[in-house]
């Protein structure tokens, strides 16, 4: 929609157009949502500054002169309530974790690769201010804002603008780096953030890139950077995830007598409309009434007093069905709700050039990490929790040469949804014995100098890349007690895992990987996986039923 017709929008809302209004806040929630999302990187409290800020825009539109200013009015009124939020943090949320990672969010849902990735996942380095300033010059450079409703929305002139943000767009090339370089196998910088606990701080951006700075391997390029902003530029806005709750509320008013202009829209066509009821559900209070909208395929709201599901909507599922389904299920029914294959015994290893059997498909709608895209566990007590639908890869690293001896396994707990073991790769399993290498030392396990990594009975030898299949929610817990281990978590794909396992015993690699998903229920699942989520994850049994 160009400016003209968005004018014209404005002015039949300001005018108590109930149609008009429904336009005006569906098509500007998304740009409301990045702003959010972008400058406070997913925090729980992004909803909160949303809705607030949709609320805020609602309630003073009678009050705006000139409808062509409306999108700087806004973003203005946005990055009021973000800062707002940051001064009136209390010490105790300081560190409060994010709800959801903005950056993932963003490289899932825009399908972002190579460098466009690298940025989005640089964010997390910034400080607060610049995040706030970038959550505006992305958008800018992306055709979404001009400069001067970037200037005018952090109350600054145009001259002051462009320094902020080239000094932004600085610490954002560190942090590029800086993820270029994580990403590498820099051994000086293993060592570096050896005592690092993983998240990304203002402390660490300043300590990884003195190294960085004065390190050939992570200094050196190995493609030609492309500038940001070219990267960036016509870059789509992140859609609303499903899911995404807003709450508007008039309090005791009713919408009409909380404008200054006296409409009486509610805004549920907004909220209602097949575009955005399939990405957001909603909760508007208006004089006591309560509407609630929902995904299409959504069961009905109990507490609905106006249906407002879209006409091509599934038929509803019963809100009370006559037997009870597993999710509601006590556990002493649970037993009908078992999938999987039992694989708690050691297996054997395939001749090194039997070749993989053919990945099935599976659907893909990506993973979020609390730790990122790679988190990294060397110690106990460290975990990382993983939701949505799609492929992760475990690679194990063993130390026995730090600290050998019996190694307690890491757990899958919490778990909600399914989850599937369906390959194994990185060319070897860790019992295997490195070519060339005295006496034919396993490269993970150990030898006779150093010592052996010893699994507990019945476990499964680990290959060097273990691949999952999530569709749900789960945590992954690392209980290094014994022998010295780490492990590397982070999102992949189906064509990742192809690749991986199909490569041969050339090149130094020992064999080809090993396919174990079988496309149905009957895939095997994890040892060490609980739907429970006790109080030390080093006691979950060993068993692969769940």
């Known amino acids: ?22 336009e005006l806040v569906a098509g500007w929630l998304p740009l409301v949502y990045n702003i959010v999302g972008r400058a406070l990187n997913g925090h729980a409290d992004v909803d909160d500054v949303v809705q607030e800020t949709m609320l805020r825009a609602v309630g003073h539109l009678g009050s705006l002169r000139d409808p062509d200013s409306f999108r700087s009015w806004l973003v203005a009124i946005a990055m009021r309530q973000i800062r707002d939020r940051a001064r009136h943090r209390t010490p105790d949320r300081l560190e409060e974790a994010a709800a959801s990672d903005f ?8 399908q972002l690769e190579g460098q466009r990735r690298e940025v989005a996942e640089a964010v997390r380095w910034l400080d607060d201010e610049d995040r706030q300033l970038l959550s505006l010059w992305w958008l800018e450079v992306a055709g979404e804002l001009t400069r001067r409703e970037l200037a005018a929305a952090v109350g600054i002139t145009r001259q002051h603008a462009a320094v902020r943000v080239q000094r932004m767009k600085e610490r954002l090339e560190t942090s590029r780096g800086i993820v270029r370089a994580l990403d590498g196998a820099c051994p000086g910088l293993r060592e570096v953030t050896g005592r690092w606990n993983g998240r990304p701080d203002s402390v660490w ?9 004065g390190c050939g391997y992570c200094g050196g390029t190995r493609e030609a950077v492309v500038p940001a902003e070219r990267l960036l530029a016509g870059i789509a806005l992140v859609p609303l995830p499903v899911g995404f709750t807003l709450s508007l509320a008039f309090g005791g008013k009713t919408a009409a007598a909380a404008t200054s202009a006296g409409w009486s829209a509610k ?23 309560y509407v609630v909208t929902q995904p299409p395929d959504a069961p009905p709201p109990r507490a609905a007093v106006t249906p407002t599901a879209p006409a091509t909507s599934e038929p509803p599922l019963p809100s009370a069905p006559p037997t009870p389904t597993p999710r509601s299920s006590p556990p002493a029914t649970k037993k009908t709700d078992l999938y999987g294959t039992v694989v708690d015994a050691v297996d054997r290893a395939p001749d090194p ?8 498909r599976r659907p893909e709608s990506g993973i979020t990490s609390t730790g990122g ?46 989850l599937f073991h369906v390959a194994s790769g990185g060319w070897r399993r860790m019992d295997d014995p490195l070519p060339g290498a005295p006496n034919g030392y396993a490269t993970g396990m150990g030898g006779p100098d150093i010592g052996y990594a010893v699994l507990p009975p019945g476990t499964q030898q680990m290959w060097q890349n273990e691949y999952f299949y999530l569709d749900g929610t789960v945590t992954l817990n690392q209980n290094e007690r014994g022998c010295d281990y780490g492990i590397a978590v982070s999102t992949s794909n189906r064509d990742a895992v192809v690749k991986d396992v199909n490569e041969g015993p050339a090149d130094g690699a020992i064999r080809y990987g090993l396919v174990r998903d079988t496309g149905t229920d009957g895939a095997p699942v994890p040892q060490y996986v609980t739907r429970a989520t006790p109080a030390d994850p080093a006691t979950v049994p060993q068993r692969s039923r769940v």
């Open 1 to 22: 929609m160009d400016s003209q017709d968005w004018r014209a929008v404005i002015t039949a809302a300001q005018a108590g157009d109930r149609r008009a209004l429904d």
């Open 103 to 110: 950056a993932e969010l963003t490289v899932l849902r825009l």
């Open 205 to 213: 951006r300043k300590r990884l890139a003195r190294h960085i700075r």
């Open 267 to 289: 805004l549920l066509g907004a909220l209602t409309k097949p575009a955005v009821a399939m990405t957001a559900g909603a909760t508007i209070v208006t004089g006591g009434a």
């Open 353 to 360: 050039n039997a070749r993989p059997a053919a990945l099935p």
């Open 373 to 418: 895209p790679r988190a990294v566990m060397q110690h106990r007590g460290d975990s990382v929790t993983l939701s949505g639908q799609g492929y992760v890869l475990v690679r194990w690293q063993i130390s026995p040469h730090a600290r050998p001896g019996a190694v307690v396994m890491p757990t899958w707990t919490g778990l909600k949804g399914r």
